[in-house]
């Protein structure tokens, strides 16, 4: 069979569990193929995906407040809903990682318009400040996948 053809995987061992499918879908590999400028396949770690979460919370995880003299630590990211899945972060890694969005984006040109970037964050409920904890503590371990990011199958 000549052209492309749908790939079927045996499964899926990454922690962004929303985001994967085993199988693309026909019509959705019809409608990347017809995209005007093509589509750029995009593969990260989880732990590029942790570290996206983790930068997109920022200093808004831990606020403290004072009440009458009596200071409480508050969550600002349970509160206002703004800690991301895995999946998500994954989408927003070329945000925190400059040589993925200029390898992805291409290069700003001198004397050129800007480009502007939209990342749409969806959020997710299956995430908790708990689980940023975690993705800390797991990138600062021995324990990382250690293989580079793939643009278009070429490690970047």
């Known amino acids: 069979m000549d052209g ?13 569990r929303t985001l ?8 959705a590999l019809k409608v990347a193929l017809a995209h005007p400028g093509g589509v750029i396949p995009v593969s990260v770690r989880d732990e ?54 200029k390898r992805v984006f291409g290069p700003h040109k001198v004397g050129s318009a800007k480009k502007t970037v939209v990342f749409i964050v969806c959020g997710g409920f299956n995430v908790t400040v708990d689980d940023l904890a975690g993705y800390k503590a797991h990138l600062k371990s021995d324990q990382q996948d250690n293989r580079p990011i793939q643009v278009a199958g070429e490690p970047l």
């Open 20 to 27: 994967g499918a085993r199988a693309v879908s026909f019509g």
């Open 48 to 101: 590029d995906a942790m570290h996206a979460a983790i930068e997109f919370a920022g200093a808004s995880v831990l606020h403290i407040c004072r009440v009458s003299s009596v200071e409480y630590s508050i969550s600002i990211t349970d509160e206002q809903k703004i800690l991301v899945e895995l999946s998500c972060a994954t989408a927003m890694t070329p945000a925190y990682n400059p040589a993925l969005a």
């Open 4 to 16: 492309p053809r749908l790939a079927r995987l045996d499964g899926i061992t990454s922690r962004a």
